[in-house]
């Protein structure tokens, strides 16, 4: 959130050096879209690693493992593009994606490495996403972060958890010629070879889409998290109630000033049986996960004095309860940063059958953190 000092460039090679028109070859953006992908995938221990495994439990050892991404392994694939049948953006296609990584996964016996327990397992994802990819453009797709936990305590018999979190970069490219304003930095202006007698035609760039790309700066940014003990409604098909267990909440709305660097991600761990307020949820496990995969641009509310102190964003993503099918689900956010001890962070979900209400406090919870800030669309 902090301001840049931006500086001029001086040209120096040549002299005079005015600024005139140029006309470049460079690489156009048409779209520019970040996805990320979380899933748990099971993967087949090798038979030797697993008679291995199953020995040294047999005998008292403590068994762990760990996983990481086989660097080089990253690949992408463009599968094929269907129109998206949107009226108002020419241009707009749903495209599939794939998405590859090699993860290496080892086993350890009281923090020794465990013979035989060191293999490379393959990890896809596919993706479709709606992009404005009008004809003479090209995909440029990367993996740009990888991350890898093993779920020890979702061991399936000779099948192991891995929970494998991909973020991807997606951009919509053709090459263009533009003019722009700008200075030389050579020695002297290429001489032109004069051609007679050809006419060419004039050259036609793909059609931009500029009802949803390039998208507008965000007029406020914010970040919540909080990880601890809380008490939260959560309500499944009409039933529930008040819950307390562990609360793993991370939220970014409109990083750098961007939409696309927005995400929130909340992990509940619903505490069973009797519970440190006494809330009556022994017979119900209310544990769930969300993941926001969309964000509309954020209202942003002002102190008298015209400061930045909160913000509300709204948008879609998916929530999976305890032992259930993940649902599309809408989501209301409202951060409040107020010095010294008045931050809050609301969020509510709300899908076909769940209903979740989650309203933290610095005061109630400590250890919430809430920042809210102004957006300069031109820092100078």
Known sequence: MKKRN??????????????GPECIRVTKVYDWVVLTNRDRNKVQIPEECFAAIEDARHDGNT???????????????????????????PGAQIVSLAFHVHIRVQFFCNGEPLPGCNFVVPVSFMDEVILCFPEGTEINCNIFDV???????????????LDVTMCKDVQVEAEVKLEVEAKFCGPRPVIPIQEEGVVCPTLRF???????????????????????????????????????GNLDLTALVCDQCTLSGSRIQVTFIDTLGPTPIGTPDADIDQSFTFTANDFNQPTCATDAAGVVTGLTATGTGVITPAGGVPENATFTLVL?????????????????????????????????????????RFPV
């Open 63 to 89: 068994i762990t493992a760990t996983c990481s991404e086989v660097v080089g392994t990253r690949s992408c694939d463009f599968i094929g593009a269907i129109p998206a049948n949107i009226p108002s953006v």
């Open 147 to 161: 991350q890898c936990t093993v779920v020890l305590n979702q061991m399936l018999g000779d099948m192991v958890v």
């Open 206 to 244: 793909p059609q931009q889409c500029p009802t949803f790309f390039p998208t507008l700066n965000c007029d406020c940014q914010g970040a919540a998290e909080f990880n601890g003990e809380a008490s939260i409604l959560v309500f499944e098909d009409g039933l529930g109630g008040p819950t307390t």
């Open 6 to 19: 931006v500086k001029s460039i001086q040209g120096r090679q040549v002299v005079p050096n005015p600024i």
């Open 336 to 376: 409040n940063d107020t010095d010294p001890v008045g931050d809050t962070a609301t969020l509510t979900i709300l899908s076909p059958s769940l209903s979740v209400t989650i309203a933290l406090t610095e005061v109630a919870n400590p250890g919430l953190e809430v920042e809210v800030g102004d957006c300069d």
